[in-house]
């Protein structure tokens, strides 16, 4: 199996998953265990290793991946049923220890072939392996809390909200900040000379945000340290200040081109506010304003749905066929992209409701 043929399926397996969670989890007739992971562990995360896998050659200026490409998204796609499955039947610690183990493994080789690649490029490396690096580190660390549940029950929750933000934020987060630098104006066919100067600036913020946010909602400090919402305050700021300029730099370099209803660029944006929008709603958790649950949901439609149908459909031509970009390639991304920005918005709206309901 090449790469690019592994990235359509799991693109499409990543929808399926993240439309699925979403009605669950607004319905709620499932655990909402199984909505979110049916979402991050068996759609996003194995989409994000082959992503990853696809776009770290190009960042290296290297040679085509091969196995390294689509052996860790498989590895990860394989963890992810292991857990899905287990919330579905018997709630095993073991079978969601092996589904973890499964993803550190995957993200550990992906890491060290990513480490390889840059040592081996030409010239100074992109920035944006920073963030790749960093999300996999995040997604190590996540992975790490669910091996550690069933050695320390005591401290199960703590480590459940420390996976939970890890992954969300940290792992998922940075991958679509440091993607969406590159990807939104390759969409819309135009320059951000900035790109690089924002990513190799921002990744420490985004990522100590991250971090302080999972530290914060999880670890329980003694009544005379810096209490943990006072952490993830910092954190969200930290975190919300790089979306913040990044949508910024967008607004005054590409303007009108970010509000049209056709093309990814639109719902790529919607995304980018979602997860805005999202940190606003988490500071609003973090005080008792709002319950937790809704804002899974939220995350889901108003972040990652935009996010991944509107990359899908700009990259989806090419990884059908690889190569000269032709009047095929052309026709089909304008079909997919048509009303692409509506989608994105709906989704963004959708989402922000159903956070705050």
């Known amino acids: 199996m090449s790469p ?12 399926l998953s993240l439309a699925t969670a979403g009605i669950l989890l607004i319905t709620g007739p499932a655990l909402p265990q199984l909505a979110a992971h049916l979402a991050f562990a068996l759609g996003v995360m194995p ?72 040592r081996k490029m030409f010239g100074p490396r992109h920035r944006g392996l920073d963030w790749y ?43 679509a900040l440091g993607t969406l630098q590159v990807l939104l104006p390759t969409c819309l066919g135009q320059a951000d000379p900035d790109a690089a100067w924002r990513l190799r600036r921002d990744i420490k913020w985004a990522a100590a ?5 999972a530290l914060g909602a999880s670890i329980r400090l003694p009544a005379d340290a810096m209490p943990g919402s006072t952490l993830a305050l910092l954190g969200m700021a930290f ?7 990044m949508l910024q730099a967008w607004q005054s370099r590409f303007g009108k081109a970010l509000l049209q209803m056709h093309g990814a660029a639109p719902s790529l944006t919607s995304a980018a506010l979602g997860l805005l929008g999202m940190l606003a709603l988490g500071l609003a958790h973090g005080f008792g304003w ?57 989704f963004l709206l ?6 705050v309901s």
């Open 290 to 346: 709002l319950p937790a649950r809704p804002a899974v949901a939220g995350f889901v439609f108003a972040f990652l749905l935009p996010l991944v149908s509107g990359a899908t459909a700009h990259l989806l031509p090419v990884w059908l066929r690889p190569g000269v970009q032709g009047e095929w390639h052309r026709i089909l991304r304008a079909r997919l992209c048509r009303w692409s920005g509506l989608r994105g918005l709906l």
């Open 209 to 213: 945000g991250a971090m302080l946010i």
């Open 239 to 245: 975190y919300g200040w790089v979306v913040l300029r």
């Open 4 to 15: 690019t043929a592994l990235l359509p399926l799991l693109a499409t397996t990543a929808l």
């Open 133 to 175: 690096l960093a999300a996999l580190g995040f997604l190590l660390l996540a992975l790490l809390a669910v091996v550690l549940m069933p050695m320390f029950p005591a401290q199960r929750n703590e480590l459940r909200l420390f996976h939970l933000h890890a992954n969300l934020l940290g792992f998922v987060g940075l991958t």
């Open 350 to 355: 959708i989402g922000l409701i159903v956070a």
């Open 47 to 118: 989409l994000i290793l082959a992503a990853m896998s696809y776009f770290v050659p190009v960042l290296t200026r290297g040679s085509s991946p091969c196995f390294a490409a689509w052996w860790p998204p498989l590895l990860a796609l394989t963890g992810g049923a292991l857990a899905v499955f287990s919330f579905v039947s018997d709630f095993s610690p073991t079978r969601l220890s092996l589904g973890a183990a499964l993803g550190g493994v995957a993200a550990l080789s992906l890491g060290g072939w990513t480490l390889n690649r840059a």
